[in-house]
């Protein structure tokens, strides 16, 4: 990288909307606002999490040209291993910026006694797959970002089940319907994500969300549709839920960022009800789609969401990079520990 011509230093608060740029021109396939990012940072970094993040500018202008961070998640908290991203603007690549700015966020994580980074890259993007190969790191496995046309859905293959349910003495609501605000449908819905979240493949190890932060990250986003949140109920626990939220870079479609049925009510046809019931809100407030995220080893929601109809839109590599562990070997690392 150029000193001459661009300077690496921390992000700051009035960065969002130069970091939305950014991420949109370096991925126009999944656009985002300067809010949806306010919102991660803010609802998913608690301590004793790290969260660090980093620009390059242009020293003539100030432009933003390049991005990157080293943050730990609630879902998969370890206190030494960190996911790591580096993003370039297009027309700055080429130039050892994204090479120079991941040496600075792998020498935060040495600082850190870091042993492992988690870093992703898109299939469809070469470039970045190499990128993060020549760096050490290797794949562990895929996530499919797939979509639905919502008018070609195909809701013969879920028939309503809702009448055989409610002879099992299982009911359906929304989140709207049962009280987003009230406390008690907090814990309950905080429950049962929770508990089933756990039986959700991740990278790493799942880690429990205090339910302080879930409210933060899930009932107080300013992207929930709580009419949307459809929940399975066996008074008096909720035992299934599909959470939609609004896309904040993509008016014409729904999110579907979570569905999970307690296990001792799988099998069923609960999973399928709920998801059945999401096409048809789509469809009900003019949304062109319904998007969401599987990985690769979740066969049960995706057999579901296959069924539905969804196509594989994109797909995400996971890759883990091994760092030497400087505390076995009797080094103690200098700075935050």
């Known amino acids: 990288m150029d000193d001459a011509r661009y300077r690496i230093r921390e992000f700051r608060e009035d960065d969002y909307p130069a970091e939305a740029r950014l991420c949109n021109r370096a991925d126009p396939g999944d656009p985002t606002t300067a809010e949806e990012l306010r919102h991660w940072d803010e609802s998913s970094a608690a301590p004793p999490l790290i969260r660090l993040k980093f620009v390059v500018e242009e020293l003539s202008g100030g432009a933003l040209v390049a991005n990157g961070g080293l943050q730990q998640v609630p879902f998969n908290y370890h206190p030494r291993k960190f996911w790591t991203f580096v993003q370039v603007d297009p027309d700055h690549r080429r130039q050892g910026i994204g ?79 049962e009280g987003v605000d009230r406390a008690d449908v907090r814990e309950r819905v905080y429950r049962l994500w929770d508990t089933t979240g756990q039986d959700i493949p991740v990278v790493g190890e799942h880690t429990s ?111 883990e990079k091994a760092l030497p562990d400087k505390r076995r070997d009797g080094v103690v690392p200098q700075g935050p520990a």
């Open 209 to 319: 969300v205090p339910f302080e932060q879930f409210v933060r990250l899930e009932l107080e986003s300013p992207f929930l549709q709580a009419d949307a949140v459809f929940l399975a109920i066996r008074d008096p626990e909720y035992i299934g839920v599909t959470l939609n939220t609004r896309d904040p870079g993509d008016a014409h479609a729904l999110e579907v960022s979570f569905t999970g049925v307690m296990r001792a009510y799988r099998g069923r046809g609960i999973a399928g009800e709920l998801k059945r019931r999401a096409v048809e809100y789509a469809r009900a407030h003019g949304y062109r789609y319904l998007k969401t995220g599987n990985d690769s080893l979740n066969a049960p929601i995706w057999a579901i969401n296959e069924r539905l109809g969804f196509a594989r839109h994109r797909t995400w590599i996971n890759a």
């Open 99 to 177: 090479q120079a700015l991941y040496e600075r966020l792998e020498r935060e994580a040495t600082e850190r006694a870091g042993i492992r980074l988690w870093g992703s890259a898109r299939a469809e993007d070469p470039a970045s797959v190499r990128f993060l190969e020549r760096q050490g790191f290797i794949e562990q496995r895929r996530v499919w970002v797939s979509r639905l046309e919502v008018a070609l859905a195909d809701l013969s293959a879920l028939p309503d089940r809702s009448h055989a349910l409610a002879a099992q003495g299982i009911r359906f609501s929304t989140l709207a319907d």
